[in-house]
């Protein structure tokens, strides 16, 4: 099984929805993260959490917000999607008492807005 | 702000070549520096990290170094295979700014039977 879980993996959705994607962590660690990537832009900060009472925005967290439910899980949610927010989302997590500081990414949530 | 720039974006080789593929950033203050490899659809697999204080890290054919000064690292692969073929990302963790990790745009890697 994977450490770091995404759900779901692919979304198709409508403009003006409201989407959810969700992340949990079996590794323990206490730092998650949310990236989106685009073709020729590579990974781009959302948000990311030091820890459960922790949220911080990120380089494009306009028309995004995070909930940090537990240590284990990081949700990420679009109130009302948009098309230019199609890309491929990426959960990652990374342990503050690690010294190389290292980051572990899911597999990825390929979200499509119509 | 830091920016992390990655030439090539795209490179096709043969087989057995060995290659070299390329990073840079603006600013030298990072925490370390980290390799990944992206298969199409797929997560992120680390390859390999470089502390600030060091000057490179080797894992089998792979080797990464890091030079702050000029703000550069090369990551060379040795005697390549098709199963090399992948995009491959560097990006630098930037301590003092909340342990962000900043990421170049990628090069696309193809070996060619």
């Known amino acids: 099984d994977a450490d770091v879980t995404q759900t779901p993996r692919n979304r198709i959705t409508k403009t003006g929805k409201r989407i959810m994607l969700e992340c949990s962590q079996t590794k323990g660690h206490d730092r998650m993260y949310w990236y989106r990537q685009d073709p020729g832009l590579g990974l781009r900060l959302i948000y990311y959490s030091f820890d459960v009472k922790d949220i911080n925005k990120g380089e494009i967290s306009d028309g995004y917000s995070v909930s940090r439910q537990a240590q284990a899980k990081f949700s990420l949610s679009l109130e009302s999607a948009i098309p230019n927010q199609t890309a491929l989302y990426f959960c990652?997590?990374?342990?503050?008492?690690?010294?190389?500081?290292?980051?572990?990414f899911g597999e990825g949530s390929r979200l499509t807005v119509l | 702000k830091q920016e992390v720039t990655q030439i090539p974006a795209a490179l096709s080789v043969p087989e057995g070549e060995n290659l070299v593929l390329n990073c840079s950033f603006t600013d030298s203050a990072i925490y370390n520096l980290q390799w990944f490899r992206q298969d199409p659809g797929k997560g992120l697999t680390s390859l390999l990290l470089i502390q600030s204080s060091q000057r490179e890290q080797t894992s089998g054919r792979l080797n990464a170094s890091l030079d702050k000064s000029s703000g550069r690292s090369t990551l060379y692969i040795a005697a390549s295979q098709p199963g090399d073929s992948a995009t491959y990302l560097c990006?630098?963790?930037?301590?003092?700014?909340?342990?962000?990790?900043?990421f170049g745009q990628g090069t696309e890697l193809s070996v060619k039977p």
């Open positions: 990006a630098v963790l930037i301590y003092n700014q909340g342990g962000k990790l900043i």
């Open positions: 990652a997590t990374s342990y503050s008492g690690r010294a190389t500081g290292e980051l572990f």
